[in-house]
């Protein structure tokens, strides 16, 4: 009778135990990482290259989504702004639902899926490899010559790959409301000018992008760092990846925004 | 034995990994400028035992000295500092991928030393020919066979002409030239840099004819020393059967199980 009621609270202390213990070691992982960022940032050449290729990874798939994104957003924006005859603030919509919101969290989604997933896959496997333990046996940190640069070019990417996101949602709406529907061209660019402040509105969302940039490659990361070290494991550790980034990224940008509405920003 | 004569040497070492015992009191020494074999069954804790003397993992019990430092009192600095004096090749070499074959062996000497680029290109190129691959420096390690692949770690872990090699079961997947190739290499890499060299593999023949000594390791003691002559004469039945490869003897072929006649449904006792 009380069997199964133990059995399940066991199970539940056990995952909260657990789940402590995971966040203990993955706080003490980015401490390493910050603490081992001096080579990264002194040789920046080392970062730079994975900036290249954290960038590289992602851009095409930013570039389309963001298109795709902007499409729609002038689709919808125009068919709900012209009920109210204010089809005119398309721009400033377009722009601000961009920059605010949809730059920064489908970029940090489309960069965990992209970019994420390939740095836990990359460092899982150089662990499993031994490439781990032979370059702590050649005495050169693995935190600050894989780990430090890897997380370093994340944090740089994701803001430029939100920006980028965002410029090319603009123009996929301009493409949609403009030339397709036919809203006016000068209330389009005029309204995005006037509406959208640098701070308020651009400076946010940079904020949040480079929030998420060190969460989604910080997790990533780690992933790949703790990942049992066979096939299996690092795969399992991909998909651990996706999921937590995502989740984190959803999580945080409620927090953020939150913070950012009452701050009396917006 | 002086600490001076050994360059290594571990006393009472134990080890336990979740409560599991892997070394259970090890006593060893190896004397510089020796090639010395540890040998052993797969699961027998022969690589933990390398491990415990490269620091990567700390010992429950006993201690470790390398060129008279003990290993597991070493800060991360002091450690990385006696690493610069060891090579450790492992076992599928560990080569990184994104790296070519010079880049490879050029890693070691770009990070720990200020050699201009034309000093580097020479001692690169001076190592991979001593393991006869000048001409695949710019090969990338996808695109080398397995053996190569451990000649190129092998030059890499020579880069910075260490004191102690270390081998991680070197011998592992290679075919028969590979492996003879790289058995001379250990040997004549030894005594050319005047290194001494610690070989952990369960490849007894070739083991035999190329060290100068060999510890047995079996469920984390060990079981037997001595030098090959020694291991071929000896009367110890599991070393015997391990030498001469039989399947059955102390360590049996068959898995514990109930009787053969039980399980074929032929009787009801054992």
């Known amino acids: 009778m009380i069997d199964a009621p133990v059995r399940w ?20 992982f980015l401490g390493a990482t910050l603490a081992g ?8 050449r ?41 089809e005119q603030a398309l721009g400033l919509l377009v722009a601000l639902s961009l920059v605010r919101e949809l730059g920064p969290v489908v970029t940090a989604l489309l960069f965990a899926g992209r970019a994420g997933t390939a740095l836990t896959a990359e460092v899982g496997i150089m662990k499993a490899t031994e490439q781990l333990s032979a370059m702590e046996m050649m005495a050169v940190n693995p935190m600050s010559r894989v780990i430090a640069p890897r997380f370093w070019a994340g944090v740089i990417s994701m803001p430029l790959l939100a920006a980028i996101f965002s410029a090319v949602g603009v123009f996929g709406g301009y493409f949609v409301g403009v030339v397709l529907i036919g809203v006016d061209e000068g209330a389009f660019w005029a309204q995005m000018q006037a509406g959208v402040d640098v701070f308020d509105d651009v400076l946010n969302g940079v904020l949040k992008s480079v929030v998420f940039g060190v969460v989604v490659t910080w997790i990533a990361l780690y992933e790949g760092y703790d990942a049992v070290p066979t096939a299996e494991g690092v795969s399992r ?29 917006w | 034995m002086t600490a001076a004569a050994n360059i290594v040497e571990v006393t009472g070492l134990s080890f336990a990994y979740d409560r599991r015992l892997i070394l259970d009191g090890i006593d060893l020494a190896i004397p510089r400028g020796k090639v010395v074999a540890i040998m052993g069954l797969s699961g027998s804790g022969k690589t933990t035992l390398l491990r415990l003397i490269g620091g990567q993992i700390r010992p429950s019990a006993g201690s470790v000295r390398v060129d008279g430092e003990d ?3 070493l800060d991360a600095d002091a450690l990385y500092r006696l690493r610069r004096r060891m090579g450790m090749l492992f076992q599928f070499g560990a080569l990184f991928t994104d790296l070519s074959v010079f880049e490879n062996v050029a890693f070691p000497l770009r990070e720990h030393t200020d050699l201009p680029e034309s000093m580097i290109r020479d001692l690169v190129l001076l190592k991979l020919d001593a393991v006869g691959l000048r001409g695949a ?4 390690p996808s695109q080398v066979s397995g053996g190569m692949a451990r000649r190129v770690a092998l030059a890499r872990a020579i880069a910075l002409d260490p004191a102690l090699i270390m081998y991680d079961e070197p011998f592992t997947g290679l075919d028969p030239i590979s492996l003879a190739v790289i058995s001379n290499l250990i040997r004549r890499l030894n005594d050319a840099l005047g290194a001494t060299s610690i070989v952990v593999t369960h490849d007894v023949q070739e083991s035999l004819h190329m060290v100068d000594y060999i510890y047995f390791v ?20 599991f070393v015997h059967q391990f030498v001469h490869g039989e399947m059955d003897g102390p360590l049996p072929f068959h898995y514990p199980a109930a009787g053969y006649a039980r399980d074929m449904g032929l009787s009801d006792r054992d």
Do not use: C
């Open chain 1, 237 to 265: 550790a991909t998909t651990r990846t996706v999921v937590t980034s995502s989740l984190a990224v959803l999580a945080l940008d409620f927090v953020l925004t939150a913070f950012m509405l009452g701050s009396g920003g």
């Open chain 1, 37 to 44: 960022s001096g080579t990264a940032l002194r040789r920046f």
């Open chain 2, 218 to 237: 079996s469920k984390g003691r060990i079981e037997a020393q001595g030098t090959p002559d020694e291991i071929r004469r000896t009367t110890l039945p």
């Open chain 2, 71 to 73: 290993v597991s009192r």
């Open chain 1, 9 to 28: 609270l066991t199970a539940l202390g056990a995952w909260a135990i657990d789940s402590v213990w995971r966040l203990g070691l993955a706080s003490r």
């Open chain 2, 137 to 140: 420096r710019d090969l990338m």
């Open chain 1, 46 to 86: 080392l970062t730079v290259k994975q900036v290249h290729f954290v960038g590289n990874y992602s851009l095409i798939i930013i570039v389309v989504s963001g298109t795709f994104v902007g499409f729609v957003l002038g689709l919808q924006g125009y068919n709900t702004l012209q009920k109210y005859a204010s």
